[in-house]
Nanobody, 120 residues
């Protein structure tokens, strides 16, 4: 079973940047697709980005394309989400996920989440 621990969330002004990290342990991280999801208050969890095990392919939600970048370091068992040009509507709890099911909000495992708050 995989354990995921997110970090890097916080409070930032609109237009600012944050980098989230997700440290994985407990299984072969390098063979797993990884993803980031988010859930805003009163809303359902939504897909943000995902990356293949080799980092050869990445996918993004339309709402974050051109602003967010997902990456991974298999030597460190860590996946990152660089968030630039943040907007108040990006405010949410961000979750790291292992082997997300494409087109859904299902995954094999989840982290505990990290809060991102963007002030206007």
């Amino acid at each position: 079973q995989v354990q995921l621990v997110e970090s890097g969330g916080g409070l930032v002004q609109a237009g600012g940047s944050l980098r989230l990290s997700c440290a994985a342990s407990g299984r072969t991280f390098s063979n797993s697709r990884m993803g980031w999801f988010r859930q805003a208050p009163g809303k359902e969890r939504e897909f943000v980005a995902s990356i293949s095990w080799s980092a050869g392919s990445t996918y993004y939600a339309d709402s974050v394309k051109g602003r967010f970048t997902i990456s991974r370091d298999n030597a460190k068992n860590t996946v990152y989400l660089q968030m630039n040009s943040l907007k108040p509507e990006d405010t949410a709890v961000y979750y790291c996920a292992v082997n997300p099911v494409v087109g859904t909000t299902r995954a094999e495992g989840w982290g505990q989440g990290t809060q991102v708050t963007v002030s206007s």
